[in-house]
């Protein structure tokens, strides 16, 4: 196949456009950061994405969860939680939020409580745009 395209040249059609991706991850490593987050839930919506790093599903969803998020939704700070390297602070996020352990999972916060939360594929069935 390396052949005929340097012949005939690549077709524009085998090209993929990559959609810009909006989501600007804030990295989640302390209980410091936590207790900021609970802070500053009380005047803005704030987000959780807990994701294992070897699971095949937090992978496509959290691909998934990038292109669905929308330039308007810029506002909206993520926060995301690499569960495996940080296993303690995954653990306060449930007791702090009441919200059982799941992973992928988001967490939505506004003033100090979990207004949404879901995991896996059901992820996607937030709107954001209605909780921020």
């Not at 330039?71 to 059982?100: A, H, I, P, T």
Request: proline share 2%.
């Amino acid at each position: 196949m390396g052949l005929f395209k340097k012949i005939f040249g690549a077709s524009d059609t085998s090209k993929k456009e990559e959609k810009k991706i909006y989501v600007q991850w804030i990295p989640l490593k302390t209980m410091e950061q936590l207790e900021a987050i609970s802070t500053l839930s009380k005047t803005e919506t704030v987000a959780i994405f807990k994701h294992s790093t070897r699971c095949g599903i937090s992978r496509s969803v959290v691909k998934m969860f990038e292109q669905s998020f929308t330039e308007d939704m810029l506002g909206l700070k993520v926060f995301y939680l690499d569960l495996l390297n940080y296993r303690d602070l995954s653990n306060e996020v449930g007791y702090k939020f009441q919200v059982m352990h799941q992973s992928p999972q988001l967490l939505v916060i506004k003033n100090e409580t979990a207004v949404a939360h879901a995991s896996h594929y059901d992820i996607m069935a937030i709107n954001l745009k209605e909780l921020i």
